[in-house]
């Protein structure tokens, strides 16, 4: 049974950085992401990395510069850098896995999903 397991959420301060970290079990997955929900909104891509770490990495525009996506295969985790926290980072961040050879940036594209792991950023 697949499990993928978030941690490192919380309560931060703007200009504060936060480490995500995600533990898969269950599977060895070629490509593993992160997307987030803010409250009334659209859930969205964040960041994918595949197995081979940096060059294989996406981001989404808006979190380009402030958030670095790393993988430690012998791990099966990822982890999800933020720095410089706003406010307008509060969300529910969800990891997520697939199999394939590219990274999507669509939620279709992701089979399997964490239960996700609240951060919250008071200004």
């Known amino acids: 049974q697949v499990q993928l397991v978030e941690s490192g959420g919380g309560l931060v301060q703007a200009g504060e950085s936060l480490r995500l970290s995600c533990a898969a079990s269950?599977?060895?997955?070629?490509?593993m992401g992160w997307f987030r929900q803010a409250p009334g909104r659209e859930r969205e891509f964040v960041a994918a990395i595949g197995r081979h770490g940096g060059p294989t990495s996406v981001y989404a525009d808006s979190v380009k510069g402030r958030f670095f996506i790393s993988r430690d295969n012998a791990q099966n985790t990822i982890f999800l850098h933020i720095n410089s926290l706003e406010p307008e980072d509060t969300a529910v961040f969800y990891c997520v896995a697939r199999y394939g050879l590219q990274v999507k940036m669509t939620r279709y594209d992701y089979p399997f999903w964490g239960q996700g792991t609240q951060v919250t950023v008071s200004s």
């Open positions: 269950g599977g060895s997955f070629d490509i």
